[in-house]
């Protein structure tokens, strides 16, 4: 695997390093002692998909209040995302900032979100699906969220937002 630093202190973009034959192709998507050398969470409770009917369909931003704060590494295992990466640790050097990448299935990338960052995704086709591994039982007294449009962040989307829950269109503006 390679692990590509970002513009967000502790996040990362993950590319895996397939081995092709004839068959296809196979590759690593986790390592417990790779994740651990650079440094990162390694210890992985729960796996998550979401799936996405529409493109346009806008997931975020969501995070985790302490004491169930959360690492995510997520993938896109059909289809694209644009996917966003949002960093509301007070005392991180990159707070209030935002990284983005597209994840798409035929790349195979991910990204390593970790605890105090918000994530969101826009679908860039229909019939997405998006597989999480997090580092926390998901805990819905602490799912929390800030709002997808909040000009505090000025997060640039690159699509029309043509789907989106009541619950994210609704999140506060981060005061």
């Known amino acids: 695997m ?75 295992t059909q289809g694209a995302i644009y996917d966003v990466v949002l960093d509301l640790r007070s005392e991180s050097p990159t707070f209030k900032q935002w990284f983005a990448v597209t994840l798409e299935a035929a790349r195979r990338n991910a990204v390593y979100v970790p605890k105090g960052c918000a994530h969101g995704f826009l679908t860039l086709a229909d019939d997405v699906e998006v597989f999480y591994q997090m580092t926390e039982f998901y805990n819905a007294a602490s799912s929390r969220g800030v709002r997808w449009n909040d000009p505090a962040f000025g997060i640039s989307w690159p699509g029309n937002i043509e789907v989106i829950s009541e619950r994210d269109r609704t999140y506060p503006d981060l005061l």
């Open 2 to 76: 390679k692990f590509i630093d970002t513009k967000l202190h502790g996040v990362f973009e993950i590319h895996t390093a397939p081995t092709s034959d004839e068959r296809g192709l196979f590759a690593r998507t986790w390592c417990k002692k790779e994740f651990e050398s650079h440094g990162l969470e390694s210890v992985l409770v729960q796996c998550s998909i979401s799936f996405n009917k529409k493109k346009g369909t806008l997931r975020g931003m969501h995070y985790q209040a302490a004491p169930f704060e959360e690492t995510k590494l997520v993938r896109c």
